[in-house]
């Protein structure tokens, strides 16, 4: 096969032409990776976004040269030795940087959150499974706040069954779509015969996914109203509450393993996914599907999506401390690798698609593995080769798994199957 480096493509350009270029920019599968190569953005698609986008860098020759802040540092540069002081101390030092710099602060009231089984359906996929749909109703002195949301449990299964919680950026599925309707961004019939049980709710029917939706979410609840305080949690740390709310009615379904439930989210869903796994460490896996920045992707490489323009558009993901650092991402003193540091020695799953560029799949990835000095330190074993898999060929190494998958930004069937393979290593061997 042939090697599309720009080396390569400029010695084809000088013997053969323009004939080649023509042949290079209208046929995709002329820019097909090596096999067993690590994977490398197309050129083309480069060249376009360099030249549609240029506010933001596409170019990995103007990432620039970064060091990451040591996980296994305190912050005032002693080094943490032992598994014992990151559980004690250094765990918590970390949360409290996240917290303070990035997703805020959750309030310490938990309120009293009840369940009620709006509707039931025990013969969903001719038999296969029980449907359950229902509603959170969060209760502090006499208000209340309802959000709710659907939970799928298999039939057959002799023993308690793993599960899947999928934060839903998009939309609420309701369990008499989910009985009829199939969809790849949750297939729950795939969920089903993989012998998993699944939940799912829509993240702005917790809090609004808008600038302007404060009053009517979660966090304005808590607050009873009053405008949020600078470091208090903002819509990605409540939507991954939500995920901790449906966590809790999980540990109450008989059928249910509740020590075996991985949060799951794609996009800003897989941004909060991995923040609910650093707070809720009940999750035992965690996977952030095409997440970047402010998600997997570090904010040092500067490629894709920046600071700036995430906290400008979207002012209600993050604390107001993120958007001060626009333009200054070196002078952070954490960076993302160690946000999954934090899931450590819980299972983190990471993809990117070929096309995301704005998400940096190389940011994605290398985060993943700057992060495992702390999986090492707590005695689990981690992906630490720095060069990246070929398009398509997931990684496992003992708690992390990655891919990058054909095609666009996207939650998609493949993206599904590769988890479900990863998944089932962690979460269904040990039945
Ligand atoms: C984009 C945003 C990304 C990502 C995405 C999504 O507009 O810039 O960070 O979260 O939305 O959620 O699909």
New binding site residues.
Partial sequence: MLDYSNANRLFIFTIMGPFVIMTFFHCDPCRAQVAGQPWEANPELVQRLMNSQDEFNYDESRVPQYSLPDALRFNDGTPVTSAAQWNRERRSELMEVFRRQVYGRRPEATGRVEFELLKKIEDMFDGQATGLSMKATVTIERRQFEFPFVVIIPNLRQSRSPAILLIN?RYFTPLEKAATEEDDFWPVKLLISRGYATASFHTSDVDPDRADGYAQGIRSFFANGEAPADDAWRSLSAWGWAASRVLDFLEEVDAIDASRVAVVG??????SALWAACEDTRFALSYSN??????AALFRRNFG?TIG??TR??PH?FSPELSTYAGREVELAFDQHQLIGLIAPRGVYITSADEDL??DPKGEYASLVAAAPVFELLGQKSIVQSAMPPLNVPRHRGQTGYHIRSGG?GLEAADWTHFLDFADRLLITQD
């Fill in positions: 950026n794609h996009s800003r869903g897989g941004k095409n997440s970047g920045c402010g998600g999506e323009r995430i558009v979207f993901w704005w998400a930004h």
